[in-house]
Nanobody, 124 residues
Framework: QVQLVESGGGLVQAGGSVRLSCAAS????????AGWFRRAPGKEREFVAG????????YYWDSVKGRFTISRDNAKNTVSLQMDNLKPEDTADYYC?????????????????WGQGTQVTVSS
């Protein structure tokens, strides 16, 4: 079992930055691909960014390319999401996820472990 805990959410103005962190426990995160997803009010959960288990490969949803950066530190068992130039439409609950295999995976079906989420609100 892998337990994931997100942190770093909050209220930010449009154009600002936020860094989300995800701390894993239970098993070594280096054995899992990782990803960030989000669910905006009234919408379904959607993929944001994914990273392979080594960190060598990343994948982004089109709407966040060039603004968000996913990274990981397997020695510290953490995954991060740096979000820059935030827009009001980025407002959502953000979830960290881990899935077995190399990754990255842009689909929720490949992820078996999920955090509780952290809220990000971007004001205009």
């Amino acid at each position: 079992q892998v337990q994931l805990v997100e942190s770093g959410g909050g209220l930010v103005q449009a154009g600002g930055s936020v860094r989300l962190s995800c701390a894993a426990s239970g098993r070594a995160l280096s054995n899992y691909a990782a990803g960030w997803f989000r669910r905006a009010p009234g919408k379904e959960r959607e993929f944001v960014a994914g990273i392979s288990w080594s960190g060598a490969s990343t994948y982004y949803w089109d709407s966040v390319k060039g603004r968000f950066t996913i990274s990981r530190d397997n020695a510290k068992n953490t995954v991060s999401l740096q979000m820059d130039n935030l827009k009001p439409e980025d407002t959502a609950d953000y979830y960290c996820a881990a899935g077995q295999g190399p990754g990255p995976y842009p689909s929720t079906s490949r992820f078996g472990y999920w955090g509780q989420g952290t809220q990000v609100t971007v004001s205009s």
